[in-house]
């Protein structure tokens, strides 16, 4: 009588789809954490630019600088100010068109002092940037004041609806990677339904035969979450080398909150699908485990 051989095959092959499919879910996820972190800080970068620029008389003093912003400030809206003089705008006018002498051509500096307003975020909106904008214009020594409303609203407006975005793709991703993710360890499980009924008939309890499913499934989303942190991290810095301005997307920090979020993620997932999925064999009687 020939001996049965036992072929672990099957068992490690259903093991390894089941870690190399929940690190793909978790990594697709993780990428998605990433663009959304890319696009705040890109948001957030966008915002500490808006504001508005007041020409000055020429005979503006530091008191009445002072009388200007200190209405900003009392609500709250003023981030910084930067006072350029006459010469210092003329010099920055000539180092964007070249060498070529204005001064020469008017014959006088046809430049105003400027005073820079960048306004907090809660105020860095078009209607918030008008108001405040046309408070100050009618100020003493205020020539005119420079803000440009149509591409504030523009900017306003692409940064909600990427956001807006961001948030059903993330749910969408959350969703698909929980399907994906109880589908697949529900299979490991499908696949030892009759090592589940074996146990049972000989009295171990559910939480007995539960036990091993849950450990194995704990330590595979520890795998794929190692996996996926890995492939995260070795592409991000792969990008910086190539070039430095994808270190804007996210710093070390970060990515390491990141990669500890995809670990615990993992984990906690395949532990609740292969909680789900061992409770639904242990129900099934010995006849209806062949019909699955």
């Known amino acids: 009588m020939d001996k049965k051989v036992r072929n672990p095959i099957p068992i490690f092959t259903t093991r390894a ?9 978790l990594l697709i996820v993780g990428l998605g954490v990433m663009t959304g972190l890319g696009a705040r800080r890109a948001a957030s970068s966008v915002r500490d ?17 002072n009388a200007i912003t200190e209405p900003i400030k009392k609500r709250g809206a003023l981030r910084e100010v930067r006072f350029s ?14 060498d070529e002498d204005i001064v020469r051509m008017a014959g006088v500096n046809p430049f105003h002092p400027e005073l820079e307003v960048f306004l907090t975020p809660p105020y860095a909106s078009s209607d918030s940037i008008d108001r405040l904008a046309n408070m100050v214009s009618v100020m003493p020594m205020v020539e005119d004041v420079e803000v440009n409303t149509r591409m504030m ?17 993330a749910g969408a991703l959350l969703l698909v990677s929980f399907v994906l993710i109880f589908n697949t360890v529900r299979l490991s499980v499908y696949a ?20 091993p499913f849950l450990t194995a499934n704990l330590v595979n989303g520890l795998i794929a979450g ?27 920090t970060t990515l390491i909150i990141l990669c500890c979020g995809l670990v615990a993620t993992g984990m906690v997932i395949c532990f609740i699908a292969a909680f789900f999925a061992a409770n639904r064999y242990l129900r099934q009687s010995y006849d209806n485990l062949f019909r699955q």
């Open 17 to 25: 789809t089941a870690i190399v499919s929940v690190a793909l879910v």
């Open 49 to 65: 630019s808006m504001g508005f620029v007041v020409i000055l008389s020429d005979e503006v003093t530091a008191g009445e600088i």
């Open 85 to 98: 003089t006459a010469d210092d705008v003329l010099t920055r006018w000539q180092k964007m068109l070249g």
């Open 153 to 169: 609203a523009k900017i306003t407006h692409t940064l909600g609806t990427v956001r807006a975005i961001l948030l059903v793709v």
């Open 192 to 211: 030892n339904r009759f090592l589940i009924n074996t146990m049972q008939l000989v009295g171990a309890t559910p939480g007995f035969v539960r036990r």
């Open 226 to 252: 190692f996996i996926a942190s890995a492939l995260i991290f070795g592409g991000y810095f792969y990008l910086v080398s190539i070039d430095a301005s994808f270190a804007a997307l996210a710093d070390t």
